[in-house]
């Protein structure tokens, strides 16, 4: 053969070879903090300008039945590991106090993608974990820059260290600008691009926004129809758009999977069309807007109405990523792929279950039928629904017709359902990361006593060392004389989260609020003898509120939940310092005796 036809042919053999190898597929996850399902154009908001989501859902596909859970740190477990939050036993919420986090042994959508060339990358926030042991780049990431969990949790908030601003696994700002996050994340995010383009890779974009204290750039800030909400929500549709953009003009766009969402319901909003929002596991509080684009793949325009989830996307991308799934665990999210060809395939899976803050199986979803096994918590102007409720959340999205008399057998079915799964998990439930005698699951009681029993009435103890309670069961006891009929014996948090033990007109009555629409109370006549007294008061891992009196029987009722977060405020023993923990009006300091205080 002569020396050209060689060449030729090698050159031939090498183009074809070539051809015959698929390129990568690129993939971003955008997640949104706080979003609502209506919060956007595609998904029915006519006030806030997003024209970059709307080309985006005119351009991929819409999912109307996507969940996620009803806070923060178990969605984001729930996204990375294809589980779950009570698999992998991850609470609702994580604070700078703890010294937990995501297990090192979990498997990430990094760790998946890495193992098939990928390079990785975590900008914004990552809040499964902010000990060294836990943070992104010890689960699968290369690169990290962002905050280690909530933008609320900062200096100003007493007993809280500087909010940090990380790079890789060092801290290189605290208390960041917090109006400049978004441009910050979003430069950081193109420049990436740019300088990645030529290896596949995947980008997790968790924007601090739209969590409360909001906060935009001079862009954006002022410049919506609803108000600092409205600023955040087109500052992030802007940052969409440049990444989007980005992907364009690098000539990526046809090869690049996006997916955007959010972690949970919007905090003290409305989320039409449905009930409920944010720590909720009504529709309203888990229910989120997800739109995923994918040239060539995912047909432009369309709508999927099937069951989905935050706990497919691990399974989604592995199968895109072309890598095999982790075979020494369970994962109960499923491969969407058959739904993004086409929105009406068969449903990858028939049923979703809804966890608490405190890992327990409140609800269950099959088809359109969803049930609740435990109270769901109430809102501000919404209905008392009483378990077991079950709705049709095709027909009734905002859940307020109870069909659990009229199909009786539907609740059969979803309460055994509900029972095997649950047991399943159970058996098959892996352990959080931990590095101290720290419970390992939101409900566990403190297993010691806190001692409070020097302090007096009108001592204040600082938050930082304050009885913990956020996510937990606790019981608080006493013993008290007085003859007010209205006062404070112990305060612990203020106008969004905390509980108080008071005498209001007469009544001895335990107080659990976990957001500032969400109040429980529980009541007795109270004893204004001047005479000792002895009062338990609790919050159960279930929920429930209990009081007793001396050798009293005990009063119980249901509440919404355990406080999904630690009381930012200080404890005070007599009376409230600041914002009141429950509703009472100005009630005078406690006069008396209050002796043998204790939180277990």
Not at 31 to 49: C, E, H, Q, S, W
Not at 92 to 110: C, K, Q, W, Y
Not at 248 to 259: A, G, N, P, Q, Y
Not at 559 to 582: I, R
Request: hydrophobic letters at 35%.
């Amino acid at each position: 053969m002569r020396p050209f036809t060689l060449l030729w042919a090698l050159c031939c053999a090498t183009l074809a070879a070539t051809a015959a190898t698929p390129k990568p597929t690129n993939v971003i996850v955008l997640f949104v903090d706080d979003m609502g399902y209506a919060d956007i154009g595609p998904f029915g908001n006519k006030t806030l300008r997003t024209p970059h989501l709307d080309r985006f859902a005119k351009e991929g596909m819409r999912f109307t039945s996507f969940y996620a859970t009803p806070v923060c740190s178990m969605s984001r477990a729930s996204l990375l590991t294809g589980s779950y939050s009570a698999r992998v036993s991850m609470p609702g919420v994580l604070f700078p106090s703890n010294r937990i986090g995501l297990h090192p042994d979990e498997v990430t959508v990094a760790e998946v993608a890495k193992s098939r060339g990928y390079e990785t990358i975590m900008i914004g926030k990552w809040h499964l974990g902010h000990l060294p042991e836990f943070m992104p780049t010890r689960q699968g990431f290369d690169h990290y820059f962002g905050l280690p969990y909530s933008n609320d949790m900062k200096q100003s908030r007493r007993g809280y260290p500087p909010l940090p601003l990380y790079r890789g696994e060092k801290v290189i700002e605290t208390e960041p600008d917090q109006a400049q996050l978004t441009r910050r994340y979003t430069e950081e995010a193109v420049k990436f691009l740019r300088t990645k383009r030529d290896k596949p890779f995947f980008l997790y974009l968790p924007y601090t926004m739209i969590h409360d204290p909001l906060a935009s750039s001079e862009g954006f800030k002022g410049k919506s129809a609803q108000g600092p909400i409205g600023d955040a929500i087109e500052e992030i549709d802007w940052s969409v758009g440049q990444i989007m953009g980005a992907l364009r003009e690098l000539l990526l766009d046809d090869d690049t999977l996006v997916i955007f969402t959010s972690d949970n319901g919007p905090s003290g909003r409305a989320a039409p069309p449905f009930s409920g929002n944010k720590a909720t596991n009504l529709e309203g509080g888990v229910r989120e807007p997800c739109l995923m684009r994918w040239p060539g793949r995912i047909p432009a325009g369309t709508t999927c109405d099937r069951i989905a989830g935050n706990i497919d996307v691990l399974p989604t991308l592995a199968k895109v990523f072309g890598a095999d799934l982790p075979k020494d665990r369970i994962l109960d999210g499923r491969d969407l792929g058959p739904l993004l060809a086409d929105p009406t395939a068969a449903p990858v899976r028939d049923t979703h279950l809804y966890f608490t803050a405190a890992q327990k199986l409140e609800a269950i979803r099959q088809g359109p039928w969803k049930l609740f096994l435990l109270d769901p918590a109430k809102r501000k102007d919404e209905p008392v629904r009483t378990a077991p409720a079950l709705y049709n959340v095709v027909e009734d999205p905002a859940e307020r017709t109870n069909q659990a008399l009229k199909h009786a057998d539907i609740v059969a079915q979803l309460t055994k359902a509900a029972a095997d799964r649950l047991a399943e998990i159970e058996a098959h439930k892996r352990p959080i990361g931990k590095l101290s005698d720290e419970p390992t699951a939101a409900e566990t009681p403190s297993k010691s006593p806190v001692k409070l029993s020097d302090l007096k009435p009108g001592a204040q103890l600082k938050a930082a060392a304050a009885p913990q309670v956020g996510g937990r069961a606790f019981t608080l006891s006493c013993t008290f004389a007085t003859t007010q009929a209205n006062t404070v014996l112990v305060a612990h948090g203020g106008v969004q989260v905390g509980y108080a033990l008071h005498i209001r007109e007469g009544k001895l009555t335990f107080s659990i609020r976990r957001a500032t629409d969400d109040n429980s109370e529980v009541s007795l006549p109270a004893p204004t003898d001047g005479q000792p007294h002895r009062v338990r008061a609790g919050l159960t891992k279930d929920g429930k509120l209990l009081l007793q009196l001396d050798d009293q029987p005990e009063v119980m009722i249901q509440g919404t939940g355990l406080l999904g977060k630690q009381p930012a405020e200080d404890f005070c023993v007599g009376h409230d310092a600041a914002n009141p923990a429950a509703k009472y009006s100005q009630p005078a300091p406690f006069r008396g005796n209050l002796v043998d205080l204790t939180i277990r």
